[in-house]
């Protein structure tokens, strides 16, 4: 694995960002010129963490925006448009970009005579209004900051660590893992023809809504780390026993190179683990083969490996997440998108990304946040905390208590209960052949509400987003209250469906 994760060892312990309105106060030519350290800018974002629970690029200065710049392969992420709410592409913002692409050019003393060195350091996104572009001179920051037509900029590829500068490479506890293990008889019951029910889905009375809707008709979208080829019941196997004419595809948006500008994406196939488990909560057949069944067994899927495991980190993860979500949003079938996926702060080229799905009718459902002890002072993640997205997290067995790494907050709408009093999690398919392994977290609870949420959507075909995400309020138990940190809470899928 080419990257080092961050030590927050979470799903996201993760915070968004937004343009504030405030003049921002350039320090002097002096000041400007000296390159920031990692521990310095990684001090700046620790402080308005804490302070704010929130952290902006474009609440600094044109020195700390370089500086990260620097310390990311130089690459600036430039959001661009006539107003702020400007982030499709468009005739008029073509123009824009045209125009901030030759600014950036004459600053770096790069001209059109050097064509194919302009092709090597820019990237423009086909759907949205942000484009990626080399910058070495602070005097390009600055110009930029000053330019009206700039809605953002931000390091593309710099990524915040704790100051105590231990990392860790992807592994199970960063939601990836590819073992299988046993699942107790206490965790599941069995239907037919021999399909496990896992034994949250009674909790929520899945099963009994299964007599109105198994997800027939609907598109599930999972943006995550790919699909696995060795579990045949999500590939060549997923219309088996009683699941039957739908569909799975899946599709590649992630590059997996340490060469910034690369566009070799590496395929479709999970290499951690996490977004086929997320897939099987979601999607897998009801059949007689003793495995654990998904919520929404007749709903057709669609994958996308857009990221290397649950933290959208890398350059690369967050233009492949953003990719992910512009194609889906371009795709008239699919009706729901399951992200069990987070950032360690807001990333602007994403939040960009999910308004252009969300304006195409998408629900967008999101994983409100998973981490170890030490972060759980973070609230709810991004993306889940924004506006357009539908937050979920995760609570222990028969008690409104969040489950011993999942994030509540405001921003929640929704919980499923995920972890027993026992210890044990939720049975699902693994990424291996036949088997099965427990996955937890935000994540899972996440992927069960897109389920549900195919099912309602199956039953009532010509609603709208807005009419089937209303049906789920009513069914959930605080309705019409929200908690201040479990939202509209445990969802009666029989409720939502009838």
């Known amino acids: 694995m080419k990257k080092l994760l961050l030590t927050l060892a979470v799903a996201g312990a993760i915070v968004s960002c937004s343009k504030n309105d405030e003049v921002i106060d350039q320090p002097t030519l002096e000041t400007q010129s000296e390159l920031l350290s990692k521990s310095k800018i990684n001090l700046i974002i620790q402080e308005s963490l804490e302070m704010n629970g929130d952290f902006d690029w474009m609440s600094t200065n044109a020195q700390t925006i370089w500086s990260a710049v620097k310390h990311g ?64 001179n602070i005097a390009t920051i600055e110009a930029l900051l000053k330019d ?53 889905f009674d909790i929520h009375n899945i099963p009994a809504a299964w007599n109105y809707s198994t997800g027939r008709g609907v598109t599930v979208a999972v943006i995550d780390s790919g699909l696995s080829p060795g579990q045949r019941f999500m590939n060549q196997n997923f219309n088996t026993g009683q699941s039957s004419g739908r569909s799975v595809q899946k599709f590649g948006t992630y590059i997996d190179s340490i060469w910034p500008w690369s566009n070799n994406y590496d395929g479709v196939n999970d290499k951690c683990g996490h977004g086929t488990n997320m897939a099987a909560v979601a999607t897998a057949p009801r059949n007689g083969n003793n495995l ?53 702060f807001g990333i602007s080229r994403v939040r960009d990304a999910i308004k252009y799905a ?58 499923i209960e995920m972890e027993r009093n026992s210890g044990s999690l939720v049975p699902v398919l693994s990424s291996n052949n036949g088997a099965a392994r427990y996955v937890g977290g935000s994540s899972v609870a996440t992927a069960t509400t897109a389920g549900i949420a195919a099912l309602v959507w199956s039953k009532n075909p010509t609603w709208t987003r807005a009419q089937v995400l209303d049906k789920m309020k009513r069914a959930g138990e605080f309705y019409p209250n929200k908690n201040s940190s479990f939202g509209y809470g445990n969802i009666d899928a029989l409720k939502a469906v009838r």
């Open 358 to 415: 969300y304006n195409r009718g998408k629900m967008i459902i999101a994983a409100g946040g998973t981490s170890t002890s030490f972060t759980t002072w973070f609230g709810v993640i991004f993306p889940a905390n924004m506006n357009e997205t539908v937050a979920v997290t995760g609570l222990k067995e028969g008690r409104y208590v969040r489950c011993s790494n999942c994030h509540s907050g405001s921003k929640i709408d929704f919980t």
């Open 292 to 344: 654990p069944v998904g919520v929404a067994y007749n709903a057709n899927l669609v994958t996308y490996r857009a990221v290397q495991n649950v933290l959208i980190d890398d350059y690369h993860e967050k233009r492949g997440v953003s990719e992910a979500l512009t194609a889906l949003g371009n795709r008239s079938d699919v009706k729901i998108i399951s992200m069990s996926i987070g950032s360690p």
């Open 148 to 200: 009206t037509t700039v809605r953002y900029l931000e390091p593309a590829s710099y990524s915040f660590q704790e100051a105590d500068g231990v990392s860790a490479r992807s592994g199970e506890g960063f939601g990836c893992g590819f073992r299988s293990q046993n699942i107790a008889s206490a965790d599941f019951r069995t239907v037919s023809p021999a399909a496990r029910v896992p034994w949250n």
């Open 73 to 136: 392969n130089n690459i600036l992420t430039i959001g661009y448009g006539s107003d702020p709410s400007q982030f499709q592409r468009s005739a008029a913002s073509n123009s824009i970009k045209d125009k901030l692409i030759g600014l950036v050019r004459s600053i770096e003393n790069k001209d059109n005579a050097t064509a194919s060195r302009a092709t090597d350091d820019l990237y423009v996104d086909e759907n949205i209004n942000v484009i990626d572009i080399k910058v070495e």
